[in-house]
């Protein structure tokens, strides 16, 4: 795998964006969700929440603080999971609009066990850490 320099890259994060957009849309287009301004929060928030810990372990430039992230994204996962079951039983949404954004979810989890996967495995812990094996390099030669 080429080191990435974006998390922009990523297709698992590119799939939650896309997700997140998908939930935003079907909280807009129902009406019941607007009178349950708590839950229409929560239910952004966690669809949100799987980008951004996706983003933020990326940003730490560290291959064991991403594996933790993307831990976090998983959970985020299944958090937005629920919430989606929940709206269905309320009536916010329908089962096709529910399965379908589900179906994305599957397909981002399954992305995040194999990145997690490859990171666990890799020899490179990260470019936060290409400083110090260049100034150990530098220093014994």
Excluded: H
């Amino acid at each position: 795998m080429a080191t990435l320099k974006r998390f922009t890259d990523l297709s698992c994060w590119q799939f939650s964006r896309d997700v997140s957009i998908e939930v935003y849309n079907a909280v807009q287009n129902s009406p019941s969700f607007k009178s349950n301004f708590s839950f229409r929060d929560q239910i952004l928030r966690s669809s949100g929440s799987i980008m951004d810990n996706i983003a933020e372990g990326f940003g730490r430039g560290g291959n064991s603080e991403f594996v933790l992230f993307l831990g976090y994204a998983n959970g985020s996962c299944s958090e937005l999971r629920s919430q989606l079951i929940r709206a269905e039983d309320f009536g916010y949404i329908d089962f096709i609009t529910k399965n379908s954004i589900e179906s994305k979810i599957d397909r981002i989890e399954g992305m995040i066990i194999g990145l997690r996967k490859y990171l666990q495995s890799s020899p490179y812990y990260g470019s936060r850490f290409e400083k110090d094996k260049k100034l150990k390099s530098k220093i014994s030669t």
